[in-house]
């Protein structure tokens, strides 16, 4: 979890940082493009005071500098606004690519902990396949040992041969015939 807050920490850092980096080249820019067009408005102004004063002056010579100088203030605004977005781009760029080599490092570490963890994982269970099977083969040995010998005493007890004792048998009494004809 700490690993999570450090990466969290670590993109706040950097983003505040491409903030900063940021904030000033658009304040750099600003600065510039203040300067710049307040140099073109007091010499816009200038000419149009000059225009006013000196009234030889053509009102064709007037319109043509007045537009040459919003055609600079509109060079002057378009460099700026492609200025900050180039520089904003680049930044941006460079942190998304800061931000995906930060993320691939952090998938790779995460993917040696899961490794890490599964070779764990794997070793418990080998060391419990182990106990298992030590005691399922002491086991199974004990059953054979057990079915031995009850088969032994089995085969012993019904495979004694058994005598007969034969006891001397009484001669039947044998019956005289009955005459009838006596008495």
Do not use: C
């Not at 006013?52 to 100088?69: G, I, K, V, W, Y």
């Not at 570490?109 to 890490?116: M, N, R, S, T």
């Amino acid at each position: 979890m700490s690993e999570v807050l450090n990466l969290a920490q670590k993109f706040k850092i950097q983003s505040e940082k491409q903030a900063k980096i940021i904030e000033q080249e658009v304040e750099n820019a600003t600065t510039q493009l203040n300067s710049f067009m307040t140099a073109k408005l007091q010499e816009s102004e200038a000419i149009i005071k000059q225009g006013m004063e000196s009234l030889d002056t053509s009102n064709e010579q007037l319109l043509t500098t007045l537009a040459t100088h919003q055609t600079d203030m509109s060079t002057a605004l378009e460099t700026y606004m492609s200025n900050v977005q180039a520089h904003t781009t680049k930044h941006l760029n460079l942190f998304a690519k800061d931000m995906e080599k930060t993320l691939e490092a952090y998938t790779q570490h995460i993917a040696q902990l899961i490794e890490q963890r599964e070779d764990r994982i794997a070793k418990v269970i080998k060391s419990e396949m182990k106990k298992w099977l030590i005691a399922a083969s002491l086991g199974a040995f004990a059953m054979l040992i057990l079915g031995l010998i009850l088969g032994a005493l089995l085969f012993n007890k019904f495979s004694k041969p058994s005598y007969i004792i034969q006891q001397a048998q009484p001669q039947p009494q044998t019956q005289q015939p009955i005459n009838y004809g006596q008495r």
